[in-house]
């Protein structure tokens, strides 16, 4: 005997990401702005003048990709508890990656899923990290092994928030427009080669395009079955590089810049890229002061580490290499030796 449970309908997602100057906006009920203390201290009293809502609580929790975790999660969801918010309230992520990362899951949870918007006020987060709605946390084991795909309700990137952002942090987010380029459009990174991001106009241009990458791609993989994927090009070497580092050595740009080195050097082992073109991501990603290098002391275990991505099953490990510049390829068929090559070459720095 058996009874079916109709499901079969199509849930409409879609929403709006505004490049703009943050607008006047009301919310007709409660909401909770999740931040972390340098933000607020930096941006707050500016978020605070363009919104209003029936009642507004601020929510902060600690700085940084450690703090990325169950305590800060718990720090969320206690304080809405508290105020009885409900399933009609709204969640705000006003911070970078790890901000929005942390709203978006604790909103996907939270009586089992409440709305939530992104406010990113990093580079990485306003090109990346707030668009696509995956959302989680990490753990003992790894980066981003728990969380939820949640989609935020709209996204508003406001440069207004990049003229505090120190250097580092800028060149993080050139990481991920990087990575961007080189998977998905030759004629835009050719377009970074020439460009200066740090003249503002040109950023505004850059931040839109790479989000309209993002939007593309996201739009035909929410889920990431299959070209979503790509988009983790220098993350699988890159998340082994932050967790062997504990998180405090590199941001998370910083580790993805590497890891595009380190997948460059693989796809260059496979001849799927020229000795050339992976020069030429190298040099961009050095043109903004990002890491390229990473001492491997024991690239038996930074490989087994790789079995802990989200990508990579009980016994294959999945590569996102690119094909030449603006083409990439999903791999999970790369021998062990050809890996552990690439890995010793880095051992050698």
Same mark, same amino acid.
């Given at each position: 005997?058996?009874?079916?449970?109709?499901?079969?309908?199509?849930?409409?997602?879609?929403?709006?990401?505004?490049?703009?100057? +943050? /607008?006047?906006?009301? #919310?007709?009920?409660? @909401? *909770?702005?999740?931040?972390?203390?340098? &933000?607020?201290?930096?941006?707050?009293?500016?978020?605070?003048?363009?919104?209003?809502?029936?009642?507004?609580?601020?929510?902060?929790?600690?700085?940084?990709?450690?703090?990325?975790?169950?305590?800060?999660?718990?720090?969320?969801?206690?304080?809405?508890?508290?105020?009885?918010?409900?399933?009609?309230?709204?969640?705000?992520?006003?911070?970078?990656?790890?901000?929005?990362?942390?709203?978006?899951?604790?909103?996907?949870?939270?009586?089992?899923?409440?709305?939530?918007?992104?406010?990113?006020?990093?580079?990485?987060?306003?090109?990346?990290?707030?668009?696509?709605?995956?959302?989680?946390?990490?753990?003992?084991?790894?980066?981003?092994?728990?969380?939820?795909?949640?989609?935020?309700?709209?996204?508003?990137?406001?440069?207004?928030?990049?003229?505090? +952002? /120190?250097?580092?942090? #800028?060149?993080?987010? @050139? *990481?991920?427009?990087?990575?961007?380029? &080189?998977?998905?459009?030759?004629?835009?990174?050719?377009?970074?080669?020439?460009?200066?991001?740090?003249?503002?106009?040109?950023?505004?241009?850059?931040?839109?395009?790479?989000?309209?990458?993002?939007?593309?791609?996201?739009?035909?993989?929410?889920?990431?079955?299959?070209?979503?994927?790509?988009?983790?090009?220098?993350?699988?070497?890159?998340?082994?590089?932050?967790?062997?580092?504990?998180?405090?050595?590199?941001?998370?740009?910083?580790?993805?810049?590497?890891?595009?080195?380190?997948?460059?050097?693989?796809?260059?082992?496979?001849?799927?890229?020229?000795?050339?073109?992976?020069?030429?991501?190298?040099?961009?990603?050095?043109?903004?002061?990002?890491?390229?290098?990473?001492?491997?002391?024991?690239?038996?275990?930074?490989?087994?580490?790789?079995? +802990?991505?989200?990508?990579?099953?009980?016994?294959?490990?999945?590569?996102?290499?690119?094909?030449?510049?603006?083409?990439?390829?999903?791999?999970?068929?790369?021998?062990?030796?050809?890996?552990?090559?690439?890995?010793?070459?880095?051992?050698?720095?």
């Amino acid at each position: 005997m058996q009874v079916e449970i109709l499901l079969k309908k199509v849930v409409d997602n879609s929403y709006n990401i505004t490049i703009d100057a +943050l /607008p006047q906006i009301h #919310f007709d009920r409660k @909401v *909770a702005i999740v931040t972390n203390p340098k &933000v607020a201290g930096l941006h707050l009293a500016y978020l605070l003048s363009k919104i209003s809502a029936k009642e507004i609580y601020i929510i902060t929790v600690p700085d940084g990709e450690e703090y990325k975790n169950q305590k800060s999660i718990d720090t969320i969801l206690d304080s809405l508890f508290n105020h009885r918010f409900n399933r009609n309230s709204m969640l705000i992520a006003f911070g970078g990656g790890v901000i929005g990362d942390m709203t978006g899951y604790a909103a996907s949870i939270f009586q089992r899923g409440v709305d939530f918007i992104q406010i990113p006020t990093t580079l990485l987060s306003q090109v990346d990290a707030s668009v696509g709605g995956k959302t989680g946390m990490n753990n003992a084991y790894g980066k981003n092994l728990v969380g939820a795909f949640h989609q935020p309700k709209s996204v508003y990137i406001d440069s207004h928030f990049l003229t505090t +952002l /120190p250097s580092r942090e #800028f060149g993080a987010g @050139v *990481a991920e427009i990087v990575k961007m380029a &080189v998977t998905f459009n030759k004629d835009f990174f050719e377009f970074l080669e020439s460009a200066d991001l740090r003249d503002a106009a040109v950023l505004k241009e850059v931040i839109q395009q790479a989000v309209q990458t993002k939007a593309n791609v996201v739009a035909e993989d929410e889920k990431e079955h299959g070209l979503r994927a790509a988009l983790n090009y220098g993350h699988t070497f890159g998340h082994v590089i932050e967790s062997e580092t504990n998180y405090k050595t590199f941001l998370h740009g910083e580790a993805v810049a590497i890891g595009m080195v380190m997948a460059n050097e693989t796809a260059v082992a496979m001849e799927y890229m020229s000795r050339d073109e992976a020069q030429r991501v190298k040099t961009l990603l050095e043109k903004y002061d990002l890491p390229t290098s990473y001492i491997v002391k024991n690239p038996d275990a930074f490989y087994e580490t790789f079995y +802990l991505d989200k990508k990579s099953s009980d016994s294959a490990i999945t590569f996102i290499l690119p094909i030449g510049i603006g083409d990439v390829t999903i791999n999970s068929d790369i021998k062990v030796e050809t890996i552990l090559s690439v890995l010793n070459k880095f051992g050698e720095l």
